[in-house]
Nanobody, 122 residues
Framework: QVQLVESGGGLVQPGASLRLSCVAS????????MGWFRQAPGKEREFVSV????????TYAASVKGRFTISRDNAKNMVYLQMNSLKPEDTAVYFC???????????????WGQGTQVTVSS
């Protein structure tokens, strides 16, 4: 069993940066790929980024590539999402999730956090 808790969301202006954090409880954190997803009002949950258990491999959605960076610290059971050059269309609830597969689809994730709101507005 893995429990995930996100933090770091907030209200920022376009062009600003935020760093989201997700702490995991439970053992064997490094065996899980960790993903970030987001869901805007009235829209389906969408993939943002994933990092492998070792941290050696990452993948990003086209909409965030070059602006967002995912990382993890297995010693601290933490995963991060550094978000730069934020745009209004990045506004959403952001979720971290854990999977035994390096996956970009939400149905392959077994554990989810409760989400943290990110609002980008002037």
């Amino acid at each position: 069993q893995v429990q995930l808790v996100e933090s770091g969301g907030g209200l920022v202006q376009p062009g600003a940066s935020l760093r989201l954090s997700c702490v995991a409880s439970g053992r064997s954190f490094s065996r899980y790929a960790m993903g970030w997803f987001r869901q805007a009002p009235g829209k389906e949950r969408e993939f943002v980024s994933v990092i492998s258990g070792s941290g050696a491999s990452t993948t990003y959605a086209a909409s965030v590539k070059g602006r967002f960076t995912i990382s993890r610290d297995n010693a601290k059971n933490m995963v991060y999402l550094q978000m730069n050059s934020l745009k209004p269309e990045d506004t959403a609830v952001y979720f971290c999730a854990a999977s035994t597969q390096f996956a970009t689809t939400s149905r392959r994730y077994d554990y989810w956090g409760q989400g943290t709101q990110v609002t980008v507005s002037s």
